[in-house]
């Protein structure tokens, strides 16, 4: 049984089919599979044609919050880089699986493929053309930040010819270990000075996929603006507004010169607690 996101049909869909050049609508429909339980079949969900711009943020959300459901840790900006390379196949026979919990994502497309699958996790190198880049950055940074992000979290990304023709692109993030109890310590036969008490760990409050990620950043880079947000998150400038407010008014960074914001001893103590 399929779900679909709801979309408003498009009204002028073969004019854009009659201009090999436009981009601006996607008349394909993505199906994003969703393994919960590897004893049955997925679930699938259907992404429908719409404006290019929609259909890629509703791919790269329903992705997110799929693997939210499963307990994944792959960040939202991840999940959007690889979701806007499906431009360069035209997103020609789109199919998402999310596996292992949410933290194995893998993306399969019918297009082109990728010749050279060496360079495309390198800065610089791009095969966007100029009508791509009204919709992507198509400066060849995409796959390489999603690469470091992994390598740095202790995941990989792998680039793969699909059976027939196209691309795969998996990520998988190292799912974390319980951690292991240290046996219990035999009984003193002396008494021993008291020890001096443990800092308290901070209560970590609430925090979305995508906040947590600017708490990296941020930790990572020290200030950062809304445009520094939005460039490493890969999201429009309303969400990376929406982000930062409401990390604010959790006490967790703080507005310093510039208009750029710093994490506050709360907010580094959250992220102390986070990694």
């Avoid at 992705?63 to 431009?87: C, M, Q, S, T």
């Avoid at 919990?101 to 610089?124: H, V, Y």
């Avoid at 792998?158 to 951690?179: A, C, F, W």
């Amino acid at each position: 049984m399929s779900a679909e996101h709801e979309f408003e049909p498009h009204q002028n869909q073969e004019d854009a089919d009659t201009v090999s050049s436009d981009y601006s609508y996607v008349n394909a429909t993505a199906r994003v599979a969703v393994y919960d339980d590897m004893k049955m079949p997925p679930h699938i969900i259907e992404i429908k044609p719409a404006p290019t711009a929609d259909f890629i943020e509703h791919l790269a959300t329903c992705i997110n919050d799929e693997k939210l459901k499963l307990g994944g840790k792959i960040p939202y900006g991840a999940i959007r880089e690889v979701a806007e390379n499906f431009i360069h196949a035209r997103f020609t026979e789109v199919v998402v699986s999310i596996l292992d919990g949410g933290n194995t994502i893998r993306f399969c497309d019918q297009g082109p493929g990728i010749e050279s699958k060496d360079k495309a996790t390198l800065p610089g190198f791009t095969s966007a053309s100029e009508h791509m880049k009204h919709y992507i950055r198509g400066v060849g940074s995409g796959l390489p930040l999603v690469k470091e992000y992994l390598d740095f979290s202790g995941g990989r990304i792998s680039i793969e010819d699909n059976i027939r023709q196209g691309s795969v692109v998996t990520m998988t993030l190292k799912q974390e270990e319980p951690p292991v109890q240290p046996p219990a310590p035999a009984p003193a036969t002396a008494p021993e000075a008291s020890p001096v008490p443990k800092k308290p760990a901070v209560q970590v409050p609430p925090l979305s996929d995508r906040e947590v990620s600017a708490i990296f950043l941020f930790a990572e880079r020290g200030a950062l603006g809304n445009k520094d947000i939005m460039e490493a998150l890969g999201i429009a400038g309303s969400s990376a507004n929406s982000t930062l407010k409401k990390l604010e008014q959790k006490g967790l960074i703080e507005v310093i010169a510039n208009k750029k914001r710093t994490l506050t001893d709360f907010g580094y103590a959250v992220y102390e607690q986070l990694g």
